[in-house]
């Protein structure tokens, strides 16, 4: 199971006001540097929780169909299953109808069941599910308390910034940000 992701987020939950706020910086001079943390701290987070902040569209690319038929959707949560494709042995693609597809896009993984769906004949990434998945558009729709948990990461980075660079980051996670997380992070046994 391979997960692409398609499109990058048109915005990014954290505003430069919110950034900017938090921080009590009343110029922009580092304006450049805060929108990077703050993008270091989406993507953190997104990392830890396998959830998907701001919107944007992935492919989910399987070798065959699970057993039970429904398909798991590692990121999420799941807003709508756009398009899923079956190849055959000769890699010609053939789309596979969604009329009448259940998808349980807030469960955690995702999951998706449909009513026909046809063999792949390649033996590698046979199925490609593609979909859109976050929370929504804005960073409105983004739970308040992950919001302040990127902000608390992005505090810490802005702390350290001249002895960790932008590019080596996350050097450091702040006390209090996995108590912030936790209620939102998948655990295996």
């Not at 391979?2 to 048109?10: K, N, V």
């Not at 398009?83 to 955690?108: C, I, K, N």
């Not at 980075?157 to 702040?174: D, I, T």
Request: net charge negative.
């Amino acid at each position: 199971m391979t997960t692409i992701e398609l499109t990058s987020p048109s915005v990014e939950p954290l505003t430069l006001a919110e950034v900017r706020a938090h921080l009590r910086l009343d110029t922009q001079d580092e304006d450049d540097l805060l929108l990077a943390l703050a993008t270091v701290a989406r993507e953190h987070l997104e990392r830890e929780t396998g959830l998907v902040l701001a919107a944007r569209d992935f492919r989910l690319c399987l070798d065959a169909w699970p057993g039970d038929g429904i398909v798991t959707i590692p990121r999420g949560p799941v807003r709508a299953v756009t398009s899923v494709t079956v190849y055959d042995g000769e890699g010609v693609p053939r789309a596979v109808d969604l009329d009448g597809h259940l998808l349980d896009g807030q469960a955690r993984p995702a999951r998706l069941w449909l009513r026909d769906v046809p063999q792949p004949r390649r033996a590698l990434n046979g199925i490609e599910v593609e979909f859109t998945a976050g929370f929504g558009e804005s960073g409105a729709d983004v739970p308040e308390t992950l919001k302040r948990a990127m902000l608390l990461h992005v505090a810490a980075m802005y702390a350290c910034r001249g002895v960790v660079g932008v590019e080596a980051q996350p050097a450091l996670v702040p006390p209090g940000y996995d108590r912030l997380i936790a209620p939102f992070c998948r655990r295996g046994l």
